[in-house]
């Protein structure tokens, strides 16, 4: 009988992104993980499907997590997202008390993790960035190439 | 016949904050008008309540408007809140362009209007602040003390 491999957490992310780049929506894709590592959450962008402003991948995955767990904390939590949290998601990843946040590609226009550093932030998580930084760069890229 | 006064957004995002003590929320309460002055969207912070870190009563208050007028963006729409919006809040207020921020007290703990000066923001709205901003501190620290 062939093992089954586990899908990483990440993968799950970029395929979340994907599955938000084939409705029209910027491709980002989010997933948390309790502390065993298990997939609490999962979610990619929809803010034009839902005509919601703060449909990121990253508050939807969050709000989807405090909800199975029914507490607005997720203290010791995961999140991994494809791209760089925007300040929005920064505040709301904060609030949430999210353990460590996993990231691919830096967004140099709208990265928001320098609001982990600021004196409004109560809560930083540990960052690991750079994860599948070239896969999420290029699909980005793709994206808003073949919108233009 | 006596002429019935119009309530003013303010007074109504008051009543918000107020219904928002009442059930055991940090009260503050947010309105968003149109350009003729009509209420689009009323609501107060509903954090615990939902279950959810990002529920305050800007980004509840945004989540109806852009439902009611099935938009992501909210341009020309003025938003009115007891209290200086967070940094959370303050990111999505400028991606729903929100034209006119009207809002009571400062928070100097985590008060986000400094967001509307950085490089990541895009869209600022007009400031108005102070607006009833005696009221809005005042029910804040009652509300605080009570808990204590």
Request: with cysteine; net charge negative.
């Amino acid at each position: 009988m062939p093992i089954s491999r586990q899908q990483s957490p990440m993968d799950m992310a970029f395929e979340e992104a994907e599955a938000a780049a084939l409705r029209g929506e910027v491709p980002v894709g989010a997933v948390i993980t309790d502390q065993s590592g298990q997939i609490i959450a999962a979610a990619g962008n929809r803010t034009i499907e839902l005509a919601d402003p703060t449909a990121h991948a990253e508050i939807l995955a969050i709000r989807k997590a405090c909800k199975a767990l029914s507490s607005e904390r997720l203290t010791g939590l995961d999140l991994y997202v494809t791209l760089e949290p925007c300040n929005m998601c920064a505040s709301a990843i904060s609030f949430a008390r999210i353990r460590r946040l996993y990231y691919g590609c830096d967004d140099d226009k709208m990265g928001g993790r320098g609001f982990f550093h600021s004196s409004q932030c109560h809560h930083a998580p540990e960052i690991y960035d750079g994860i599948g930084a070239q896969r999420s760069a290029q699909m980005l890229q793709e994206f808003f190439r073949n919108r233009r």
